[in-house]
């Protein structure tokens, strides 16, 4: 008995040594397996991430660029030289993004392998328990679209061809015009025409509305600080809006002519229901889209839109969560996904939209406000160059020489289109010491309040 007891044991270490040893061998085959998909190249290892917050001028004459405390990611590698750049600006949050980043993200990808993108973006995203949070979505967009630079750095192509490769040869974007009035909105709309482009954002810039009893000694919007816009009307008349809006659209269709491609935006600042009657009185004008008709929690709306008009529908750039726009997608909703990229949680899950999108006829158009860096905007034209639903970017904010020098590789706007350069990953890069020059507050940044002529607070 004592005999086959210890036969047994020793039937039992060798087994164990086994399967140390077909461990050992397991690992090792990986690795050899790693070093041929990567041609021979050393395993990486994330060995620092910077948090770098700058509000360069837009302009060369010196006028701070709207809403731009911007928010950039450094993830430096074992690999010398080899770093990827990502955007996380959100501008009126800019130190909690920067805090998440530098206390919480920093910490928990130290010494991970940057080629594994989609694990790291998945571990990151659960890693706080709950997710789809702005300042969290912001905070993982700028190691996510790093990790995608240094990916396509590595492999010494454009980050474009990592997302198979292009679909076109330049990146249509659409400008805008501003007025009070249509001869006003006409006189911008003709001015963006002569800069070459073919597809016009209308905005209706009512002037702030007298100010009503139910408004008086209300707070109102504070100052804001430097790099931080101003914004629209204090005060604002819903019912002016929706008799004005249509005024304008028929007076510019009667100036500038029935070829050219345009758009209103609403921010959904509306009551839904008067957004919807804009909606109808714009039909005989053909607008390529309607943007930002409904907050995301008055979604519920977007049935009876659909419903009462075939004016196309864009949506999305306040957008932080599956739940708000898989539905619009899949029910046919809407016509134009316009999701913020950074707000989403960055380029892995814009991929996967992007994919789900052309599945159900939607088309791109990313959010791209003056508070998106040219890191972000690199990012958008590389998904933009890729996506066979393409629609059109936003976007005519890219400008100024001070930003070039901050942000060298800054894409650029010719004639409505825009053009990334050939170089490796975001084709991008940054001025450390220039950004410095150009520091940004993180106190402050609220927004509003805004109000209604009935008192009711409105947002943007």
């Known amino acids: 008995m004592h005999t086959i007891t210890s036969r047994r044991r020793l039937f039992a270490s060798l087994g164990g040594a086994a399967a140390t040893i077909g461990l050992v061998g397991r690992e090792a085959a990986a690795a050899q397996a790693y070093s041929a998909a990567t041609r021979g190249l050393p395993p990486l290892k994330i060995t620092n991430v910077k948090v770098i917050l700058t509000n360069p001028p837009v302009t060369s004459a010196g006028t701070i660029s709207s809403m731009g405390r911007l928010v950039i990611v450094k993830v430096e590698t074992s690999e010398a030289g080899l770093f990827g750049l990502g955007c996380a600006s959100f501008v009126f949050r800019p130190g909690a993004v920067a805090s998440i980043i530098e206390q919480q993200l920093k910490p928990f990808v130290m010494g991970r392998d940057p080629d594994m993108v989609e694990d790291l973006y998945k571990a990151m995203n659960v890693s706080a328990l709950w997710r789809t949070g702005p300042v969290d979505n912001y905070a993982v967009s700028g190691v996510d679209m790093a990790l995608w630079d240094i990916k396509a750095k590595r492999a010494n192509m454009p980050l474009y061809q990592l997302f198979g490769g292009k679909t076109r040869s330049a990146v249509q974007v659409y400008g805008d015009a501003a007025g009070r009035d249509g001869v006003e909105m006409a006189e911008n709309v003709n001015k963006a025409m002569a ?63 029935d070829k050219i491609e345009l758009m209103q935006h609403l921010h959904g600042q509306l009551p839904p229901v008067i ?39 864009a949506i999305g750039e306040k957008f932080v969560s599956d739940h708000e726009y898989v539905g619009l997608v899949t029910e046919r909703l809407i016509d134009f996904i316009r999701v913020h990229i950074p707000a989403i949680g960055g380029l892995t899950k814009a991929r996967k939209l992007t994919t789900l999108c052309e599945w159900f006829a939607v088309r791109t158009a990313w959010h791209a406000p003056g508070d998106l860096s040219p890191v972000g905007h690199a990012a958008n034209a590389h998904m933009d160059l890729a996506a066979p639903n393409f629609g059109i970017q936003e976007g005519a904010v890219i400008h100024g020489d001070q930003i070039r020098e901050v942000f060298p590789g800054t894409p650029v706007i010719r004639e409505g289109f825009l053009y990334l350069n050939e170089a490796p990953g975001l084709g991008i890069d940054i001025n450390e010491k220039a950004a410095a020059r150009y520091p940004c507050a993180l106190e402050g940044g609220n927004f509003g309040p805004r109000r209604s002529v009935n008192g009711s607070i409105i947002g943007n």
Not at 209 to 234: C, F, H, I, L, T
């Open 195 to 257: 800069k070459g482009y073919r597809h016009i954002r209308l905005n209706y810039y009512a002037q702030s509305a007298p100010e009503s009893p139910a408004v008086a000694g209300m707070p109102g919007p504070k100052p804001p600080p430097d790099g931080m816009a101003s914004g629209s009307a204090a005060i604002i008349d819903p019912d002016e809006w929706g008799r004005e809006i249509p005024k304008i659209w028929e007076y510019v269709r009667q100036k500038c002519g």
């Open 275 to 313: 957004t919807i009657g804009i909606a109808k009185r714009l039909e005989p004008f053909r607008p390529y889209f309607l943007e930002d008709p409904f907050y995301p929690e008055d979604i519920g709306y977007m049935k009876n839109l659909r419903q009462q008009t075939t004016v196309p529908i």
